[in-house]
């Protein structure tokens, strides 16, 4: 199986950075899509970064200007770089990846991540 390890998360103070990474491991034949969600007590899972094999990234709307994500594919890892981090940041986020032949998807186990004042 396909084993998703992250690291990074933390305690931080508000206007700080912290940079997240999740490495990819096991059974992999090629990777579409890695991406971060983040989810917060009561609230939805939510999309915070994207970014496909080609380069292309997609952000939520209330990270743009602040969080950059990048990929290093061969060592199929994915980062997130978190600047000018806010109070409404702090939640649970979860790597996502999924893999093409066959396409699949898995999760990291999630890491907390909180910002404080």
């Known amino acids: 199986q396909v084993q998703l390890v992250e690291s990074g998360g933390g305690l931080v103070q508000a206007g700080g950075s912290l940079r997240r990474s999740c490495a990819a491991s096991?059974?992999?034949?090629?990777?579409?899509?890695m991406a971060w969600y983040r989810q917060a007590p009561g609230k939805q899972r939510d999309l915070v970064a994207s970014?496909?094999?080609?380069?292309?990234?997609n952000y939520a709307d209330s990270v743009k200007g602040r969080f950059t994500i990048s990929r290093d594919n061969a060592k199929n890892t994915v980062f997130l770089q978190m600047n000018s981090l806010k109070l409404e940041d702090t939640a649970v986020y979860y790597c996502?990846?999924?893999?093409?032949?066959?396409?699949?998807?898995?999760w990291g186990q999630g890491t907390q991540v909180t910002v404080s004042s």
């Open positions: 996502y990846v999924r893999l093409n032949f066959p396409s699949r998807s898995y």
């Open positions: 096991g059974r992999i034949s090629s990777i579409n899509t």
């Open positions: 970014i496909i094999s080609n380069g292309n990234t």
